[in-house]
């Protein structure tokens, strides 16, 4: 069983900064791409960044330059960093990851989400 847990969410106000983390654990073979989402309260979830098994990372418009995703991959572990932090980042936090298991069955996998708030 391959599970995600997401962590470091919490209330700051704008200008602030907050660090995510995210850890696989189970019985896992290898971790190809790390992802993070978000969602706000009545939008659709948005892609944020992504990182590469190789260290290539893709990030959205609206958050290039304030935010850095990393990947500690002797922990099976992928960071957000989230600096200048503004209200309109507010939301539900998400990793994602594409996981092989010891079967080498590969599939995507969802934490359960950790909040972010940032106060104006």
């Known amino acids: 069983q391959v599970q995600l847990v997401e962590s470091g969410g919490g209330l700051v106000q704008a200008g602030g900064s907050l660090r995510l983390s995210c850890a696989a654990s189970?019985?896992?073979?290898?971790?190809?791409?790390m992802k993070w989402y978000r969602q706000a309260p009545g939008k659709q979830r948005e892609l944020v960044a992504s990182?590469?098994?190789?260290?290539?990372?893709n990030y959205a418009d609206s958050v290039k330059g304030r935010f850095t995703i990393s990947r500690d991959n002797a922990k099976n572990t992928v960071y957000l960093q989230m600096n200048s932090l503004k209200p309109e980042d507010t939301a539900v936090y998400y990793c994602?990851?594409?996981?092989?298991?010891?079967?080498?069955?590969?599939?995507?996998?969802w934490g359960l989400g950790t909040q972010v708030t940032v106060s104006s």
């Open positions: 189970g019985s896992i073979f290898s971790i190809n791409v």
């Open positions: 994602a990851a594409n996981i092989g298991d010891y079967r080498r069955v590969w599939r995507d996998y």
């Open positions: 990182i590469s098994s190789g260290g290539s990372t």
